[in-house]
């Protein structure tokens, strides 16, 4: 069969068994031992096992579980309550309210965690809940959580980052300086939605508290102070070189369980129901990841990234044309390969053919790292979706369409950055000097 038709197959039978309620990380599994029995040579027994052990087996991976752990440790303590408690009185007057605190912090903790799962899964155990208990609109909460858990691999640091720095041999610390930029383009558009969305819906959001003195306000932040500094400290030790992103999820956890005992709400129960509720949450998402692992194992294998990318390249295309072009087919990706996958699979077509048309490597590095993280929010394989299906136990399909006007901000962010390049070659270029 011809490559693209096999790619076609593959994703038919992938839609047939989502449908049908498959597990997802079986859905996967299948998908690519169908393709790698019945269109390659290869054993598909064998890559099966070498997958699922390659894709659990890594250091970075271990700061999954204890982010998620520190989450719940937060979620289930009185902290998570006062911390919004803490904002509430500083966000009462626009418009939103606490809403806005799901992508503060999205932001805040994707760029400690570095991870799209980890910040979705952590920040949705502690937000979400509070939020449903004040009366937000659940639709809101669901989709802004989704779309805003992506900024974990667009504000350094990332691996994907790495990952591309490596493919396109460009400097690492360069691509980590042009991600902050539309990091906080990012965060502005989608809070900007928020507040376009309350002040068209104002009877869908909570009512005002009633007013509050400055002196008051700096009373009840007070209540922010013990998880502020948790954060502070882990981002700290984080950017000053003296940890890992694995060795500061592990502070965060022994920094949650002293805090969550100082405040008498670390109970025995409470301990081991958290322990429970990360193994859970830890185990689907690890057991997602081997599906997708061996998956991307079989588009390596039927040359599926590269036939498109190579297709592309035939249509000698103008430079916008190709970003056009590239968008759509890295978009017919996302729903079956991961990012770092794409980045991978398709980088040595690629990446000559955007040199080729005049573009900033650097440039396109952070145009990828969008394209990933819309991946993460487009059915039927985006992560986020399924991230927070296992948590709320919402379909994949009513977190997606939430997640739509979220999706619209994450592509105006793509033609923002394409018509106006500098918003991500400034902050390098202004901090290292222009490349020669």
């Given at each position: 069969m011809d490559i693209l038709a096999v790619g076609a197959l593959l994703l038919l039978i992938m839609l047939l068994l989502l449908g049908g309620g498959v597990w997802i990380a079986m859905t996967l599994a299948i998908?690519?031992?169908?393709?790698?029995?019945?269109?390659?040579?290869?054993?598909?027994?064998?890559?099966?096992?070498?997958?699922?052990?390659?894709?659990?087996?890594?250091?970075?991976?271990?700061?999954?579980?204890?982010?998620?752990?520190?989450?719940?440790?937060?979620?289930?303590?009185?902290?998570?309550?006062?911390?919004f408690e803490g904002l509430s009185p500083w966000l009462n007057k626009i418009p939103g309210r606490l809403m806005h605190t799901t992508i503060l912090g999205c932001g805040i903790f994707g760029s400690v965690s570095g991870s799209s799962a980890a910040t979705c899964a952590t920040i949705s155990k502690v937000a979400l809940p509070e939020l449903l208990k004040r009366g937000y609109s659940e639709k809101i909460a669901l989709g802004s959580l989704a779309t805003a858990g992506t900024l974990g691999i667009l504000i350094p640091p990332s691996i994907t980052?790495?990952?591309?720095?490596?493919?396109?041999?460009?400097?690492?610390?360069?691509?980590?300086?042009?991600?902050?930029l539309p990091g906080f383009l990012l965060m502005a558009l989608f809070s900007g939605y928020i507040i376009w969305w309350s002040l068209r819906h104002p009877e869908l959001v909570p009512p005002q508290?009633?007013?509050?003195?400055?002196?008051?306000?700096?009373?009840?932040?007070?209540?922010?102070?013990?998880?502020?500094?948790?954060?502070?400290?882990?981002?700290?030790?984080?950017?000053?070189?003296?940890?890992?992103a694995t060795e500061c999820a592990a502070y965060g956890v022994l920094g949650s369980l002293i805090l969550a005992a100082w405040s008498n709400s670390l109970t025995w129960k409470t301990f081991v129901e958290g322990l429970m509720g990360t193994t859970r949450t830890s185990?689907?998402?690890?057991?997602?990841?081997?599906?997708?692992?061996?998956?991307?194992?079989?588009?390596?294998?039927?040359?599926?990234?590269?036939e498109l990318a190579e297709w592309v390249n035939a249509m000698h295309l103008s430079p916008y044309a190709l970003i056009a072009v590239l968008t759509f087919v890295y978009l017919i990706l996302g729903t079956?390969?991961?990012?770092?996958?794409?980045?991978?699979?398709?980088?040595?077509?690629?990446?000559?053919?955007?040199?080729?048309?005049?573009?900033?490597?650097?440039?396109?590095?952070?145009?990828?790292v969008l394209l990933v993280e819309i991946a993460e929010v487009t059915p039927p394989v985006g992560f986020n979706l399924f991230v927070l299906q296992n948590m709320t136990g919402k379909d994949s399909n009513t977190i997606a369409k939430a997640a739509i006007p979220f999706f619209g901000c994450l592509v105006l962010c793509i033609v923002l950055i394409t018509v106006f390049p500098e918003i991500v070659t400034c902050v390098p270029n202004w901090l290292m000097g222009k490349e020669s």
């Open positions: 998908c690519g031992w169908v393709g790698q029995a019945f269109f390659t040579s290869t054993s598909p027994g064998n890559n099966l096992f070498s997958s699922f052990w390659e894709s659990n087996a890594s250091w970075e991976l271990a700061a999954l579980p204890m982010f998620i752990w520190m989450g719940e440790i937060l979620f289930r303590s009185k902290l998570s309550e006062e911390m980052m790495v990952v591309y720095a490596v493919a396109a041999d460009a400097s690492i610390i360069r691509i980590f300086l042009a991600g902050f508290d009633p007013p509050t003195t400055f002196k008051e306000k700096i009373k009840k932040s007070g209540q922010l102070i013990p998880c502020s500094v948790l954060i502070v400290f882990i981002v700290w030790v984080l950017i000053a070189g003296y940890a890992t185990c689907m998402i690890m057991f997602i990841l081997a599906g997708a692992a061996f998956l991307t194992k079989t588009m390596a294998f039927t040359g599926i990234p590269r079956a390969l991961d990012g770092i996958s794409m980045i991978v699979l398709t980088s040595a077509v690629v990446l000559p053919m955007i040199q080729k048309a005049g573009f900033d490597l650097i440039w396109f590095g952070i145009f990828i």
